[in-house]
Structures are given as C-alpha cells and as structure tokens.
C-alpha cells in the first residue's frame, strides 16, 4: 500500500497541472463511468484525503481514485509521448490545453457528487496531513480496541489515515515495542500520533519515506526492509515475519532487542545477539 505522504505528493502535482483549467478531453475507462461527459468542466482543485484522491469539477462532480498496490497517475506536456504503461491499463484521461493526466491501474475509479464525498472517505479517521488533523480523536479511534496488534491498529486507515506498512513498522520501532503489542499496552499514545504526523510531514515534499533523518540510501529506516541487517540503534539483526490472517497479512520488520513485547517464538529464537545489545533501549 502506498504511504499518505506519497498520496499528498501525487495530489500536489495533480492540482498543479490541472486547476483551474477547463478540461478539453476526459475519459473514465471504466463500465460504470464509461460514457461520462466531462469535457467542459474545470477543475477545481486535486486533494488527497488520507490514502484517497479527491479530484473536485465545477458542476459539483468529484473523481474519487485511489492507487492501491501499483495505480498510478502521470502528467504529460501536450504532444508528449505517455509511456506510463501499455494502453490498456489507463483507467483515466483528463486533458487540458496545458497537458494530460493519465491514470494507470487505477483499482478505484469512481465519479460522485462532491457533497457525496462521504460515502467514500468519510470512515477514515483524522487524516495525518490534513488541515482537519485530530490527534486526540486519532488516539481514541486507535484505543477503542485496546486489544489490537499495534501495527494492524496503526495500517487501520479508520483510526487514522495515511499510514503504510513503512511508517507502521517503524512507528512500532520509536515506540519500542513489537508489531504484535497491543495498542492497548503501548506507553504514550498521544506521543505515537505526534511521531506519526512527524514522519509524514517530514516527507510529504521527498520521496523515500525517509524516518532515520539519515537520507543515504541504506539507512533510511530503522527496521523496515532491513531484515538481517543490523539494528542502526544496537547492531542487533533486524527481523522479519508475517503478522495477521492471510491473505491480510503482511511483511514486519523489528529489532528483538530494542523492541519490547510478543514476537512469534520461531523468529526470536533464530535471532542472534548483536555486538551492541548492551546499550540504551529506544522508548518514550
Ligand atoms: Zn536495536
């Protein structure tokens, strides 16, 4: 799944090329919205919300797309060659004197009335780089079952919106404990949120989810996709495993010794002591 800050970024080259500009093409390569006629109208603005796009018309349309696994939109200069992949794979077209939008694979391609939009977005939870962002909302929507693994509670875009499997693993990592903890036990909420408004702020202008402040590649992240490495913090190697019920599941990445809480037995017993576990544990 893609991160909220990528999201933004899309949104923000979206509304750049094509607000305020009429559109002169438009098509939706999709059954529901095939014959839809939205040459004419202008754009009024893009908007991310969470992990979803909000692509608002005059006439009080919105085009609601979401990227999902590998959706996504391009823009091309007009006369530009669209090399965003093979034809049959863009689900959306919208053309303005000044250039086209293409999206490919797009999973989500639905047009609604803009005072609809909340038949939509309107169960996600506050979102991390909205302007409407609420972290004591995010924190009660995230406690409300305390009995959650901290990372499945974390990728639950209801509690709040805009986290990844990236930020999730490394939110369980600043917060020092494992992906398996549940949200119930885990010290300073409120600080939890805060981090993770910070991370996707911090990145929400660069690519590369960036949460080590350290922008080699390489060192980017502190657990996530290090599998085997060491733990930047203790050198202790970095695990993997698979939390939650295929085919829902997917890839964690945690520090044994930095990480306090449940872990599968197998994982942690294959796991070799690092050089430095005798340093300061991360935490609150
Ligand atoms: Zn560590």
Not at 18 to 30: D, K, M
Not at 167 to 196: I, K
Not at 202 to 208: F, S, V
Request: proline fraction near 9%; include cysteine; glycine fraction near 12%.
């Amino acid at each position: 799944m893609p991160e909220g800050d990528s999201i933004y970024r899309v949104a923000a080259r979206l509304h750049e090329a094509l607000a305020g500009r009429l559109l002169t093409s438009a098509e939706l390569r999709v059954p529901a919205h095939a014959t839809a006629a939205l040459a004419g109208r202008r754009v009024l603005e893009v908007r991310p919300r969470g992990k979803h796009l909000l692509t608002r018309l005059d006439g009080g349309l919105t085009l609601h797309t979401h990227l999902r696994m590998d959706g996504h939109w391009e823009v091309y200069r007009p006369g530009e060659r669209w090399t965003g992949g093979p034809a049959h794979q863009i689900r959306a077209v919208l053309g303005t004197d000044q250039g086209t939008a293409v999206g490919y694979r797009l999973p989500v391609v639905e047009l609604l009335r803009t005072t609809d939009e909340g038949r939509a977005v309107g169960h996600l939870g506050p979102d991390l780089l909205g302007p409407d962002w609420d972290p004591a909302e995010a924190v009660r929507r995230l406690l409300a079952r305390p009995s959650r693994p901290l990372v499945e509670a974390l990728l639950d875009q209801r509690n709040l919106a805009g986290i990844g499997n990236v930020y999730a693993n490394e939110l369980c990592f600043v917060a020092g404990v494992t992906p398996w903890t549940e949200v119930g036990q885990v010290p300073h909420p409120d600080r939890l949120v805060e981090r993770a408004r910070q991370m996707l702020d911090a990145n929400k202008l660069r690519p590369g989810h960036i949460t080590t402040g350290d922008t080699r590649p390489g060192y980017r992240h502190w657990v996530y996709g290090r599998a085997g490495r060491p733990c930047p913090r203790c050198v202790t190697p970095v695990l993997t495993g698979r939390q939650g019920e295929a085919p829902r599941d997917r890839a964690v990445f945690w520090c044994p010794y930095c990480q306090r809480g449940p872990a599968p037995a197998e994982a942690v017993t294959n796991a070799r002591p690092g050089r430095g576990a005798g340093g300061r544990r991360p935490g609150w």
